[in-house]
């Protein structure tokens, strides 16, 4: 937390990215309804969020692998870095959810059950691409691959995060979008175990 708080200004700056992207789909679509709700609420918080956690192991320099090589194993190191990311995406996918509320206004009477899904789903698009970036970090474009590889496995997850926040927001009931959660959680776990499973090799080049 300390060494991504030498960041701090892109962490501030996601906060405004996401009430300007808000406020421009409340003028642009004053008025929304729930069959877009959830399309829009994932543009926005994909496109202004991704940025604050998606280069978590970019902009490390070289040096810096090789003092937290010294100090922690590569697991711990990882785990630290996935906690992390899911906090802020916690945290971003939060602020957009309220300021969707207080701009937009709520769209149905189980806007939480949509909350529940986002944060799962959010969850899980903070690993893929912690995981990628400790991947593309170690390569002489990592700004070209991350995407590439992070975008195969995102669609899966934001088409689930879709289905089952689309299920609450009609308000069908919790048994109608239980199934995409524990898909989410499923997948939100393969992907920390996969990940813990690879970073040792990747730490060694």
Same mark, same amino acid.
């Given at each position: 937390m300390k060494e991504e708080w030498?960041?701090?200004? #892109?962490?501030v700056g996601v906060f405004i990215y996401i009430f300007t &992207?808000?406020?421009?789909?409340?003028?642009?679509?004053?008025?929304?309804?729930?069959p877009h709700f959830s399309a829009i609420f994932w543009i926005?918080?994909?496109? %202004? #969020?991704l940025q604050g956690i998606s280069k978590t192991f970019i902009t490390m320099k070289k040096g810096n692998f090789v003092f937290w090589h010294q100090m922690v194993s590569p697991q711990t190191f990882l785990g630290g870095? $996935?906690? $992390? &990311?899911?906090? +802020?995406?916690? @945290?971003? %996918?939060s602020f957009a959810f309220l300021?969707?509320? +207080?701009?937009?206004? *709520?769209?149905?009477?189980? %806007?939480?059950?949509?909350? +529940?899904?986002? +944060?799962? %789903?959010?969850?899980?698009i *903070?690993?893929?691409?912690?995981? *990628?970036?400790?991947i593309a970090a170690k390569t002489d474009s990592p700004g070209i691959l991350l995407?590439? $590889? *992070?975008?195969?496995? #995102? @669609?899966?997850?934001?088409l689930i995060g879709i289905k089952g926040g689309k299920n609450a927001i009609d308000d069908l009931?919790?048994?109608t979008y239980f199934p995409e959660i524990l898909l989410l959680i499923g997948f939100d776990v393969l992907m920390v175990m996969m990940g813990i499973a690879l970073i040792k090799f990747i730490w060694k080049e």
């Open positions: 030498k960041n701090k200004y #892109t962490i &992207a808000v406020l421009i789909t409340f003028l642009a679509l004053p008025g929304i309804d729930k926005v918080v994909l496109f %202004t #969020t870095k $996935l906690i $992390l &990311a899911f906090l +802020l995406m916690f @945290i971003f %996918t300021m969707f509320m +207080l701009i937009h206004g *709520s769209v149905s009477d189980n %806007t939480w059950g949509f909350y +529940l899904i986002s +944060l799962f %789903t959010g969850a899980g *903070s690993f893929i691409y912690t995981i *990628s970036s400790s995407p590439v $590889l *992070s975008f195969p496995l #995102t @669609i899966p997850i934001i009931g919790f048994i």
